[in-house]
């Protein structure tokens, strides 16, 4: 697996080659279209973008999975549950 600080040359720079070789020229054009960090000696860690500490959390896992399934059938659902029949003592 390639990190992040394996993109950069020792002076701080993308390495050309390397992004060459490991993506398609699209990838790589936007990839060069971004900014260096000032600093590459910090090292790479992993960031979970769908909290807002970055932290993984069962529950934001959970949710993001759950996400689409709910979306896409969320009118059937409510259809489903304003067309459910009755029991006549209830109605």
């Known amino acids: 697996m390639i990190t992040l600080a ?5 002076s701080g720079q993308w390495d050309l080659p390397l992004l060459r070789r490991t993506y ?16 590459t ?3 790479d ?13 069962v529950k934001s896992a959970y949710l993001a999975d ?13 259809l489903e549950m304003v067309m459910v029949k009755l029991h006549p003592s209830a109605a």
Not at 27 to 32: D, G, S
Not at 66 to 74: H, L, P, R, T, V
């Open 6 to 10: 394996d993109l950069f040359t020792s």
């Open 45 to 57: 860690k992993w960031i979970w973008a769908l909290t807002s500490s970055g932290t993984l959390t």
């Open 41 to 43: 000696d910090l090292g």
């Open 66 to 78: 759950q996400k689409d399934k709910f979306a896409s059938n969320c009118f059937s659902c409510f």
């Open 24 to 39: 398609d020229s699209v990838t790589t054009k936007a990839i060069l279209n971004m900014p260096t960090p000032s600093n």
